[in-house]
C-alpha cells in the first residue's frame, strides 16, 4: 500500500473506494485525485453518491474497501511497518481537524451570534487563546463580507449570510482542505452570487477545495477540475471547460442536457 501513497503535492487521493448503506452499493469503485491548491467541482444527479464521497472524505462515513489519503495521511488508519491499524476516536478527531465543511443547511448555532459561532470550535475543539480566535474570527466575518453582522443571530440573518458565516466558521479552524456540499442549493437564487463569490475568492488565495455544485459557471470559472458522478462511479472528470462543452460519454450528454 505504500507504493500507492500519493505525490507530497496530493491533498486528497481516493483508490478504489467502495460504500455500502446495508445491502445498498453507493460507491462503486472511486479514484479520484484533488492536488494542493486545486478546486475540484462535483456534479452528478441525486443519489449518484457526491454527498457519501465527501463525507466519506470527512470521516463522516466509513469506506467498506478502497484507500483514502488526505494530506498524505491514511484516512483512519495509521501506519505501524507495514501494518495498518485502525485509529482510534481520538485521532480520527484530530484528522477530522484538518477538514472544513459546509453544507446545504447552514447549521449554525441558533443561540450565538454570527462571532460566537465562528469562535466556538477553535476555543473548544482546539483550546486557542479567546484573544487569538476572537480576532481572527473578526477577520474571517470581513473575509466573507459580514463585518457590521458580528452580533447579528441566525435568525436575524439571510439565508447567504448564515452560509456566509457558515463558511467563516470552518475556516477558523484553519483547515488544510474544505469541502462544499450543495452550499447555494437551498439559497434564494439572489443571494446566491456573494456565497460564490466567497468561495471564489478562497480558491484564489490557494484553498484546496471539493465542492458539489449545480453552479455551473462556478464549476466553469473557478474549477481545475471537473467530475461527473452517477451511480457511485466517477464517468467522466476532466478540465471543466471542456467536460461542460464536449462531454465525452452519453450520461453526461443526458445529464447536463437536464441542467444548462
Ligand atoms: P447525492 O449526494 O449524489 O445526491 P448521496 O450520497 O446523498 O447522493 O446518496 C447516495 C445514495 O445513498 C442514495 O440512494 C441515498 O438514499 C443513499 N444513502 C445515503 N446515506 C444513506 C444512509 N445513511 N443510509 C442508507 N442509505 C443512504
Ligand atoms: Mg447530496
Redesign the pocket.
Known amino acids: 500500500m505504500t507504493e500507492n501513497a500519493p505525490a507530497t503535492d496530493v491533498m486528497v487521493k481516493a483508490e478504489g473506494i467502495h460504500k455500502f ?2 445491502r ?1 452499493h ?1 460507491l462503486r469503485g472511486i479514484d479520484l485525485e484533488v492536488r494542493s491548491g486545486q478546486v475540484m467541482c462535483v456534479i ?10 465527501l ?1 466519506c472524505i470527512n470521516h463522516l ?1 466509513k469506506i467498506d474497501s478502497g484507500r483514502l489519503w488526505v494530506d498524505g495521511h491514511l484516512v483512519g488508519y495509521r501506519q505501524r511497518g507495514d501494518k495498518l491499524h485502525e485509529m482510534r476516536e481520538s485521532e480520527v478527531a484530530a484528522q477530522r481537524r484538518d477538514i472544513g465543511m459546509v453544507f446545504q443547511r447552514f447549521n449554525l448555532f441558533p443561540h450565538m451570534t454570527a462571532l460566537q459561532n465562528i469562535m466556538e470550535a477553535p476555543i473548544r475543539v482546539k483550546g486557542e487563546p479567546r484573544q487569538v480566535v476572537r480576532e481572527r474570527a473578526l477577520r474571517l466575518l470581513d473575509q466573507v463580507g459580514l463585518s457590521e453582522k458580528v452580533d447579528s443571530y441566525p435568525s436575524q440573518l439571510s439565508g447567504g449570510q448564515q452560509q456566509r458565516v457558515a463558511i467563516a466558521r470552518a475556516l477558523a479552524m484553519e483547515p488544510k482542505l474544505m469541502l462544499f ?2 452550499p447555494t442549493s437551498a439559497l434564494d437564487p439572489e443571494l446566491v452570487g456573494d456565497v460564490l463569490d466567497v468561495m471564489r475568492r478562497l480558491a484564489q488565495d490557494g484553498m484546496t477545495m471539493v465542492v ?1 455544485t449545480h453552479e455551473m459557471g462556478f464549476a466553469r470559472e473557478v474549477g481545475d477540475s471537473l467530475v461527473f ?1 452517477d451511480g ?1 462511479v466517477v464517468v467522466e472528470e476532466g478540465d471543466p471547460r471542456e467536460v461542460l462543452t464536449d462531454p465525452q460519454h452519453q450520461r453526461t450528454r443526458d445529464f447536463l442536457s437536464k441542467v444548462l
Open positions: 448503506f446495508g445498498l453507493i452528478g444527479p441525486s443519489g449518484s453518491g457526491k454527498s457519501t464521497f463525507r462515513e456540499d450543495e458539489v458522478m457511485g
